[in-house]
Every structure is written in C-alpha cells, then in structure tokens.
T-cell receptor
Framework: KAGVTQTPRYLIKTRGQQVTLSCSPI?????VSWYQQTPGQGLQFLFE???????NKGNFPGRFSGRQFSNSRSEMNVSTLELGDSALYLC??????????????FGQGTRLTVV | AQSVTQLDSHVSVSEGTPVLLRCNYS??????LFWYVQHPNKGLQLLLK??????LVKGINGFEAEFKKSETSFHLTKPSAHMSDAAEYFC????????????FGSGTRLQVQP
C-alpha cells in the first residue's frame, strides 16, 4: 500500500508570508502527527490530529496550526514566516491515536526554506 | 516528563565490525522505546520498538536493542556493520499512556568505513 505522502517536497518562502503543507496518511490510518526537524533543535513534536480533532500539541507558537479532513488528510499552516522556521517538516501516520503503542510511518518531509 | 539522551553524536566503525549506539531515557511512566533510522533525504523508518514485552528486541536489518530498566538504557547493537547502515539513528521515547507523543533524541550519525 502507498506510504505517507507529503507535498510539496521543497518550498521557498519569504519572511512574513504564510505556507500550507499537506500530508496524506496511509490508507486506513486516522492519526496524523507533525514534527519539525532542524539542525539546532532536532526533531520536535508540533501536533497530532485524530478523527479531525487536535489531540495533542507541542510547544510551538500559535503561528503554527493544522487541521485534518474527513479523509484523514492533514494540512499544516505556518503564518508570518520567520527565518527560524526553515526546517524539514515531517508528517507521521498511525492507525491509533498517540504514537506510544504503535508504529508511526513517516513521510519524506517538506523542506521549507524561509529567505 | 520524558527525555532521551543519545550519548554519541557520531560513531564511526569499519565494515564487518560491531555497532553500538547508546541511548538513555527518562520517563515518568512506563515507556515505549523506539529506534528510527533516517537515510539522507529520506523519511524516518522504524528499526525496532519496545512496548513492555521481551526486553531484548529484534528489529530489521539485523539490529537489536535491550531494554534495561535499572540503567534506564536502550542501546542499539548490530553484530556486523554494512556500508548501507550509514545513516542517522534516533532513539525515541513515548509514554504508553497519557500524551503519548514521541520524544526524539538528538541523533547519532553512523559512519561505516570500508
């Protein structure tokens, strides 16, 4: 079956703009989580959606938001972009809420560069 | 609260020699522990997971890890390194109850010399 698909793979934006990233989970998976990966901070949890509801949130400012649709696809939005938002954004899908008891499958990520 | 410490940021081994990547964790609850691997320009792939069954966990590609509660460790080993093992490895902890988000270690870059 198809894996986790993230689009676009690469993105260049200017400071102050906003951006929307998309994630299509594995068919049948209802949980989608987002992570930010940077050289300085490593991999950090952004939020998790399950059945269209945000179930868990990391320590990121309100500029970072997301949503999940009825088909489990998820989008992540970052408003008023800052240089420090440049990162690889990874999406993970899972069959159950929370990643503690089950395998999370990761997409290849979206590389966002803010200039 | 939970945290993970990967004790080595870089490990270099020769092909055919054993691999040891060290990980210590801290968790207020009974943890689930994972090792993920990330090859360049690729997403993360699960190598193995511990979720309270056998303490010695076998994963893909010949990797295994042992959960040692008394030492709060979950070190990753492989008897014989292959060139294709060169990648970044992440030790990950999650609470089996509660918030259950994944907390990643800072990563260990494994180099395999011919």
């Amino acid at each position: 079956k198809a894996g986790v698909t993230q689009t676009p793979r690469y993105l260049i934006k200017t400071r102050g703009q906003q951006v929307t990233l998309s994630c299509s989970p594995i068919s049948g998976h209802r949980s989608v989580s987002w992570y930010q990966q940077t050289p300085g901070q490593g991999l950090q949890f952004l939020f998790e959606y399950f059945s269209e509801t945000q179930r868990n949130k990391g320590n990121f400012p309100g500029r970072f938001s997301g949503r999940q649709f009825s088909n489990s696809r998820s989008e992540m939005n970052v408003s008023t972009l800052e240089l420090g938002d440049s990162a690889l954004y990874l999406c993970a899908s899972s069959s159950r809420q929370g990643m503690g008891n089950t395998e999370a499958f990761f997409g290849q990520g979206t590389r966002l560069t803010v200039v | 609260a939970q945290s993970v410490t990967q004790l080595d940021s870089h490990v270099s081994v020769s092909e055919g020699t054993p691999v040891l990547l060290r990980c210590n964790y801290s968790s207020s609850y009974s943890p689930s522990l994972f090792w993920y691997v990330q090859h360049p320009n690729k997403g993360l792939q699960l190598l193995l997971k511990y979720t309270s069954a056998a303490t010695l966990v076998k994963g893909i590609n010949g990797f295994e890890a042992e959960f040692k509660k008394s030492e709060t460790s979950f070190h990753l080993t492989k008897p014989s390194a292959h060139m294709s093992d060169a990648a970044e490895y992440f030790c990950v902890v999650s609470e089996r109850t509660g918030r259950r988000a994944l907390t990643f270690g800072s990563g260990t870059r494994l180099q395999v010399q011919p």
